[in-house]
């Protein structure tokens, strides 16, 4: 049993990243595709990776390391979390830590880009982070527990009771995937906001660190939106999958918004769609 | 092709810097980013920050105010890095090269690699140029 | 146990009567050392009871009450403060009433009941409480120093300092309301005598509010006593555990106890009255430390959660849940705007408590539970952020965050003390997220107040990490020799830093030999499980025939810490040639480690870089009309269950 489940997050911390970073690859061929043109080959992804490992290693501060270290390690955390079928409002809270360390990686030095970027970074968990929390609230809630799994263990899917918090969540996914509109602290390649926002004082292996933890996290992401659907597993997946390229078409269709507005946005149709989650289930279900 | 080098020709990232040109070159930079073009299938993507790029892609010639700027920003930018010259001001100084102002081309500044003619530089020539700075870099 | 109570009023008289700045020094340290060891004997010896004889403290401690009322009502006239000497008089008439009409003769017995709630609150005044005054030593000394004060005043402000820690287990200990009464307005004393130590006129105007302010909790404390005392027959009533023990059923009305409850908040800053903690922060660190933070204002919370039992399952423990929540949520909001270091910590502080004071009021044994560690947690790790702030104020002499700027250039040690600190209160694995972590999967009871936790929790990460941000904003350079700390401020820092891991780690083992028995005081049938040394697992109760409601493996999650940031921190080497400069559009001038760019015809500038401080949206002036009515509402609402007794 123990060694079923190492083997299993064996698996996951090598296979995680390689699915990661084909998915962004795929998101970029058909980001292209949308936009009449070819684009690279899916594999880019790993062709930048290993370019950025190659390059000479060269920083501004000697925190930028600790704090990007931080970032993929806690990243890793939670999906092994996820994987093991653990707490989720640890895993929440984990992530929230992943999330930090990136922050602090921009404000690790005085550079106007990084000090712009790290602080918007930090609205953008303003804005995400209570969706979340108010997500594992409900599966609580629903469940009675907090752990995955429980949510296994359920014959209805969380979908069912759980729709409004699967909006929600959905502008979760698109803050955290960095698309428009709200790709506001830093986003991928080609765009610039402020020069790279926060990841603008990073180079060589520490970027390349931080496309691994994006790979992670990728995978992280859409391993809590299949949670909504665990009964067959493959439906949730078929669902976040779905969610991917939704987020990719709301990217091409949409221009990058401000800050306020997000976090307007977020507060106010977020946590109404969770609050009235939570009531409705508090109400029907009553309470331990 | 050792895994890294051939990365490094398959994912080539660019800073594109403007000296002091007429502006005729970075519109055919920019040319190669649209669909008609499209260098995004060689990998190619525009980052603004020069500890992210690989190659240097500098239009206009070189004034005694950019030329600190160029040398910071060259700096900046990790090994391994070429540098790719476009259009006959950056090459040369162009039609400007007598100004009291110019000091030249930008290899009177940097280490140059490969120089692309022309005024202003049609985007196939500038797609020509990049290829021959990826071999070089390969190389390094 | 006397020891406990009696050797820091004894200490404090002798030091205010030495002149010398060494052998005051040294009866501190040994006062501390003392108080330590005494604490940690006693909690080993276990709960016991404890009456003292052979002298009528009864007739002490009434004339003492008179005293310090008195001294009150002489406060507001010399300072023509209205409100002081109204609530003043607002008490002395009730005493007297009391004690003259009434007739009262009050014997409890026993007067100090020790259980291991009381033992778990003695361990952290004594320990975090005497580090506190020995980080003072050297600390007043400097800001005398600093201001070019001629008169010291150093015995004084020990004094005050080192009496307050008797009185506050005299507090924790007490049994017999009235006592507690007493060592109550000890503490709103000793607060008011150190607020104004700087005697300038903030300072006075400020001690005052702090005086008015709990002064109207001290007179809802007087009239919880004679309500106590008139319905419920004689002195029998007046002792907390037969409070406690009766519960709410055995006609003991809801009124006295929701003045308590309410006297707990004023002492705790809650909203609306968070006026007056904000206003102790201009005394000198080691007050907020002391008082302000971890332990004067966690006798209000003490005193919520001693109650809790006795108001379960009614209306009453739903308001305060929600009032707690409240307060949690709005101090949050408002601490991301202030851009004072202390104010910041004084906000996080009264945020804190209210989180504690929600838990108290949800009232299961989970939030009991989580109570109990975020008292403790809280305690360790604001009081060292305290203290980091007063250590970083003697070195660069602003508490100004935007002053700190940069600190983890000038001072690397400081900074990498005050980084840990803050990550402490925050993140997980740490002691304080443990207790969040528990309180958020308690709060569904109310889940209201699991909301405004939600929100809370979030903005705590806002203002915290913005905060490290601004310490850690530095130019490439490599050199950065750590400063040296004089003993005085140093050993205080070490020992708390450790004591937030030792305390963390070992929360396993700890819980389950100690504070179990301290949760089970309150509320019977707990409900955390610490699994063999390195798994806390949440058991639920009968709610949809689950068997766990959740795990924290505390072990890994510290080795996780580990992993991430020690170990490159440690290994990861960086050299000269490898720096390069910040990305400033290559404007700048000189070497790697510049912050000047050219800017328009070549004019010299230099990089400024200001945080983020959201006044307009966050700032005192929007949140607090709507957030103090909404709080003045919610305590009516609370009063309003006691009167109606439901």
Known sequence: MMIKQFLFVLVTLVGAPIVGGLLFGIDRKITARMQGRYGPPIIQPFYDFFKLLGKEHIAVSKLQFVWIYGYLVFMIASLIFLVMKSDFLLLVFLLGFAGVCLVLGGFSTKSPYAHFGANRELMQILAYEPVLLLLAIAIYAQNGSFLISEIFRQD????????????????????????????????????????????????????????????YEIILLLGIISLFWTNPLWVGILIALAAFLLELFIDNITARMTVGWMVRLSWSVGLILGIINIAYIYYTKGVS | MGLIQRSRVKSPWILHFDNSSC?????????????????????????????????????????????????????????????????????????????????????????????????????????????????????? | MAIAILLPVAAGFLVLAVRNYYVRNIIVITTAIVLIANSILLSLRGPFTYTPGGFDWGLLIT???????????????????????????????????????????????????????????????????????????????????????????????????????????????????????????????????????????????????????????????????????ATQGGSSALSVQSLIGGGIQSSVAVLP????????????????????????????????????????????????????????????????????????????????????????????????????????????PLSIAAAILLIIFHAISKGLLFLCAGTIEHQIWSRDIEDMEGLAAKAPLTTLITAIGILSMFLPPFGMLLGKWIALE??????????????????TIVFWTKWLGRLLQVLPKIERPFEKLSLSYSVPLWTLLAGIFVVGIGVGPIYQNFLRAATNDVISGNQIIALGLNNLILITPSFMQRDILGLFPVWPLYLILIVALLLPLLLIGLKPTELRPVYMCGEQTGGTDTDEWLAEADRKTKLQLGGYYYQSILGEKRVNPWANAIAILLLVIMLGCGVIVI
């Not at chain 1, 506001?184 to 906001?193: D, F, K, P, V, Y």
């Not at chain 2, 700027?69 to 540098?83: A, F, G, M, R, S």
């Not at chain 3, 007050?287 to 006798?299: G, I, P």
């Not at chain 3, 308001?319 to 202030?338: C, P």
Request: a positive charge; hydrophobic letters at 50%.
């Open chain 3, 442 to 459: 308690a709060a569904y009871t109310v889940p209201l107040a699991a909301v405004f936790f939600v929100l809370a929790s979030t903005l």
């Open chain 1, 156 to 215: 209805k899917p969380l979908l069912f009771t759980l729709w409004p918090l699967f909006l929600a969540v959905l502008y979760v996914l698109t803050i955290k995937m960095r698309k428009s509109p709200f790709d506001i602290s830093t986003c991928h390649h080609g765009h610039q906001e402020i020069v790279k926002g926060v990841t603008t004082e990073y180079s060589g292996p520490y970027f390349a660190l931080y496309h691994l933890a994006e790979w």
């Open chain 3, 257 to 364: 106890i929701a003045l308590l409850c309410y006297t707990g908040f004023t002492k705790a800053a809650q909203m609306p009255f968070q006026s007056w903690l904000l206003g102790a922060m201009v005394a000198p660190t080691p007050v907020s430390a002391l008082l302000h933070s971890s332990t004067m204002v966690k006798a209000g919370v003490y005193l919520v959660l001693r109650l809790a039992p006795v108001y379960a399952g009614t209306y009453l423990s739903v308001i305060i849940a929600i009032a707690g929540a409240f307060t949690f949520f709005a101090t949050s909001a408002l601490a991301v705007s202030q851009s004072t270091g202390k104010r910041v910590l004084a906000y996080s502080t009264i945020a804190n408590l209210g989180l504690i004071i929600a838990c108290a009021g949800i009232n299961t």
């Open chain 2, 23 to 140: 502006n005729g070159c970075d519109i055919e930079i920019l040319a190669c980013l649209t669909p008609l073009y499209d260098v995004e299938r060689f990998g190619m993507v525009n980052m603004g920050n020069p500890k992210h790029a690989d190659i240097l892609l500098i239009t206009g010639p070189v004034n005694r105010r950019t030329a600190r700027v160029l040398k910071n920003l060259y700096e900046q930018v990790p090994d391994p890095k070429v540098v790719v010259c476009v259009g006959t001001c950056a090459s040369t100084g162009g039609v400007f090269h007598n100004c009291y102002n110019v000091l030249g081309g930008v290899d009177k500044v940097i280490p140059v690699d490969v120089y692309v003619p022309g005024c202003s530089v049609r985007p196939e020539a500038i797609i020509d140029g990049v290829v021959m700075a990826l071999q070089k870099l390969a190389k390094l």
């Open chain 3, 63 to 229: 004339i003492l009450d008179y005293a310090i009322l008195i001294f009150y009502l002489y406060v507001g006239i010399s300072l023509r403060n209205w409100l002081v000497l109204i609530f003043a008089l607002t008490q002395i008439l009730p005493l007297a009433y009391f004690e003259f009409v009434m007739k009262a003769h009050i014997e409890v017995a026993p007067a100090f009941v020790v259980d291991h709630l009381a033992l778990v609150m003695t361990m952290v005044i004594s320990i975090i409480g005497s580090l506190i005054c020995i980080f003072a030593l050297r600390y007043m000394y400097d800001h005398e120093h600093h201001a070019h004060i001629e008169k010291s005043r150093q015995s004084r402000f020990l004094f005050w300092l080192v009496l307050f820690l008797g009185a506050m287990n005299g507090l924790v200990f007490a049994n017999n309301l009235v006592w507690l009464y007493f060592f109550w307005e000890v503490t709103t004393l000793c607060s008011f005598q150190l607020i104004s130590h700087d005697r300038t006129k903030e300072a006075i105007h400020n001690a005052a509010r702090a005086v008015w302010m709990n002064s109207t909790g001290g007179t809802a404390f007087i009239l919880a006593i004679i309500y106590l005392y």
